[in-house]
């Protein structure tokens, strides 16, 4: 099982499941990553953190400890 | 009866820029009871009745950020008579995830689709009319920027807002998660009121806990959570939200259609070089340098001594005429009408040169302003959390905290202020209260007058007064992190990276002024009434002849406090009134300490890095007692004009208290060890103190590697209040 932490840049992948509890979970739900969706892995933070990710036709910034908590594939 | 309408939208879909032409000058600055969140009314041009209130930008109506539970209280509580829901049409459809909340609340809703010129440039084409059939509500097109469509949407707004017809939501969910809330909305049953219900039934199946407050009687619902996460196979948060975005996609489907899947935009770009890999940081630090150098060290200087030594010293030119400064003209002023000594000492002294020297920041701090306002509003802001984010987390502060900083290595003034691009609440506490460690410009001449006076100008004394602030704030930020003050639910850091686009002066302007207004203000009052104290207090005091004013320092009622306080500063080595008074004298201005030495040494004036005073100071006290003086002023509480900045961005007499206390407490702690433990390597002296500094630095080693386990006792103890 892979997560969205270990995914390079510039590959796309499907969400799968979304781990976790409580306000993290619910704000990646709120900003547009839930079952199904599609995600890009656009790049890495100069230091190695965090990712930044489009979805929903947006960019999306965040941490590779909250990014481990998506399922993908 | 005036009608309320609120603005509601995502951040960065061009609320504030529609806020201002909606408005125009006639706004009303605030914030939220009890929150720091900014609150911003209006009245809407050419109608005098009807009152626009801007909500925080937010993205969902969850129960988790402090803006969003700001927004939805309002909107539950005060109930407005109307919404205008902004949508970036370039991102409609996360814009539209907080429609379709914003529906459910009963309220009319009309929405303006904003920035359409730029989905029209991209050659993308958005169907408003399906669009608004689909939604079930009025959507009309606007462009914030050039002002077109606004006032239409605005006027359909008013009439909606007349009518009271709430917007019924068409939204449905899932026929299993509709019966549900249907058999909820039974249980809830006359509490609130009828177009409400859907609101409440939603938010109680999602396990919302602060929805339950707002109730009298919470109905149990853990049948019905039971049942649907059973059925669906989820949580019910999850599936909600779910829902929400498959509905948002299949409206999508039908009304917008993209012409060009995978073009960069112009956005993506400038993105591609200013977050790359490589540039990143040097990029990073090339707009740092130039906001730094222009807002602190060139324009801001000019700016800085223009008003310090011209407006409030000695007069300067407009167009080769002289223009005499305030306290000259106030000076002549009441010498004309013949005003008694004490009252115009009062004036002169105490109020002007106080408040003058604080106002003196103003001009800097506007420049500053709108450079900070250019960077948040063009999109770079975001960015520098970005790049910046790794290295700040781990010492509780935000990517952003970078900036005030820097800022506050010029003057903690406007540093403390810079603060204010930091969203989560809890970041932002710690940088204000840690910023004004970094060593701002008024006190170097401290740090000269130390390092002249004992270490014969030796090279490392000032870099280690940087290395002691930028200690200060790291070990800070671990400790802090740990204590309960800044537990509580972990703040996630998903965040959007907006797309670039030009700012508009309009709003730079109007950004710039409102920060540096709300400085102002508080220079109006706790400033000048702490000056007026202090003022009082060193010229004032007991001579032969019974209380009256004073010619010399050493008379003063300070002095006699001077001497009171010096036995608390004695373990830090420092223990003669002289020092205590200058300690105190440096709360008006930190390089005050230079000159109030000066005076108590009977030299009357020195110059900026006291050399006339050198002598005598070395020989009044050790070099490592020096040494503490110095870290004691670097650390303790910073000047008035610091604390007002202070006070104005906690926006909470408590916190303002607990970063005063912090501050001075630390300074005192760390003076006591370097002088304890600096005595015993130079002296060999052994005793108690030595003792106290051993077991302090054996605590605070303790503090910093002490395992971080804070969630489970925050969890139990939020279990507890709950019930």
Known sequence: ?73 | MSIKIALAGNPNCGKTTLFNSLTGSNQFVGNWPGVTVEKKEGKLKGHKDVVIIDLPGIYSLSPYTLEEVVARNYLIGERPDAILNIIDGSNIERNLYLSTQLMELGIPVIMAVNMMDIVNKNGDKIHIDKLSKKLGCEVVEISALKGEGITEAAEKAVKLARNKTATPPVHEFATEVEAVLNSIEEKIGMQVLEEQKRFFAIKLLEKDEKITTQLKEVPNVSKEIAQIENEMDDDTESIITNERYIYISSIIKECYIKKSKGKATTSDKIDRIVTNRFLALPIFAAIMFLVYYVSITTVGTWATDWANDGVFGDGWKLFGLDVPSIPAVIESGLNAIGCADWLQGLILDGIVAGVGAVLGFVPQMLILFAFLAFLEACGYMARVAFIMDRIFRKFGLSGKSFIPMLIGSGCGVPGIMASRTIENDRDRKMTIMTTTFIPCSAKLPIIALIAGALFHGAWWVAPSAYFVGIAAIICSGIILKKTRLFQGDPAPFVMELPAYHMPTVENIARSMWERGYSFIKKAGTIILLSTIVVWFAQSFGFKDHGFGMVENMNDSILASLGNILAPIFTPLGWGDWKSAVAAITGLVAKENVVGTFGVLFGFGEVADNGSQIWGTLAGSMTAVAAYSFLVFNLLCAPCFAAMGAIKREMNNTKWFWIAIGYQTGLAYLVSLCVYQIGTLVTTGTFGIGTIVAFLLIIGFVYLLVKPNQPNQTAQVRKAASAK
């Open chain 1, 1 to 73: 099982m892979r997560t969205l932490k270990e995914i390079k840049c510039g590959e796309t992948v499907l969400v799968k499941k979304l781990n976790g509890v409580g306000p993290v979970k619910r704000r990646i739900m709120d900003m547009g990553i839930t079952k199904g969706i599609e995600l890009y892995v656009r790049k890495v933070a100069p230091l190695g953190d965090p990712i930044e990710v489009t979805v929903r036709g947006y960019e999306l910034s965040l941490r590779k400890a909250d990014a481990e908590m998506i399922e993908v594939e």
